[in-house]
Every structure is written in C-alpha cells, then in structure tokens.
C-alpha cells in the first residue's frame, strides 16, 4: 500500500467517533492509542487499530503494532484459523466500528505467513504453507517459501514447499 493512501486512511479515523483505549507498548514501551476490532477466540488473538493505523494485537495490560513488512511472530496463532475467516472476522469487526474497509490492507498477512514459513516449527511452518496455498503470494512469501523448501524443518515440509513452488 502506499504511503499517501495509508496517510488517508489514518486521517479517516481522526474524523470517526471512536473510543481510544490506551495502552502501553511491549515492556511499558509507548503509549498505543488503539480501538479494539476483532477477537479471533481460536487463535486466542484480540486484534485493534492504533491511531497511527496499524494492526495491534491486544494484551490484557500492553499492546504491540505490527506495521507492514515487520516479522510478525506473535501474530502467528492467526495460522490457526483459514485465511477467509481471519479476514471475514477482521472486515466485521471494522464494519461494525465504522473503519473504512480499506484498513484491511495494513493487516500484515504475508508478513504473518513468511514469518511462519520461516519459522523452525514445524507447527507454524505447516499452518503456513496452508496458507501460501491459498493466499496471494507476494515475493516476500515466495522468497521465504523457497527458503522453507530449501531448509526447512522437515523434508515432508521441504517437498510440500517445492510443489506449490511449482504449481503457480
């Protein structure tokens, strides 16, 4: 996404009605100023929008972003869940908020899915490739699915990663 629609985006939700919850960062890091969005109960995952636009994943007392094109470990129990309902629950919950639908395109998904694949459990690296087999595959994915393919944790990992390699 580019920088002056991600721009727009946090402009549209200063001009929104909606009640900030404040939390710190990871570590009484920054203040996060965030809404909450969705709770994904499967995943054990409570996910919000900062004020600054980003997805965060939402802890009892702290909070942490995830801006685009981070590694996104702890969001990786989004895995557990088909790339359909995450997004179905995630465009719900901005619906009934009143954030534009757009916000959708900040969530990290391929950054979730790379993480995963790069990831040396075997859990992950599974419920990643799930994933690349059904999503969009942006190189980043694929970079890290030839990496999985290369190295990964298993060879039954390693030949699954190979053939979706090349089935697109």
Partial sequence: ????????????LAELSIPWRVLHG???????RLTPVASLETARLDLGISSDGWWVIIGEKSASEFP??????????ILEVT???ARQRLLEGLRMK???????ELFPFEDVVAT?????SLRWASLAL???????RSPKVERALAALADSGPTQKL??????????R
């Fill in 1 to 12: 996404m580019d920088t002056e629609r991600r721009r727009q985006l946090v402009a549209s």
């Fill in 26 to 32: 990871p570590n009484n890091g920054p203040v996060i």
């Fill in 68 to 77: 685009l094109g981070h590694e996104c470990v702890f969001l990786l129990p």
């Fill in 83 to 85: 790339p359909v309902e």
């Fill in 98 to 104: 009143g954030i534009p639908e757009e916000f959708i």
């Fill in 116 to 120: 995963g694949l790069a990831s040396e």
């Fill in 130 to 136: 799930d994933w690349a087999n059904i999503i969009e």
């Fill in 158 to 167: 390693r030949h699954a990663g190979r053939r979706l390699l090349k089935s």
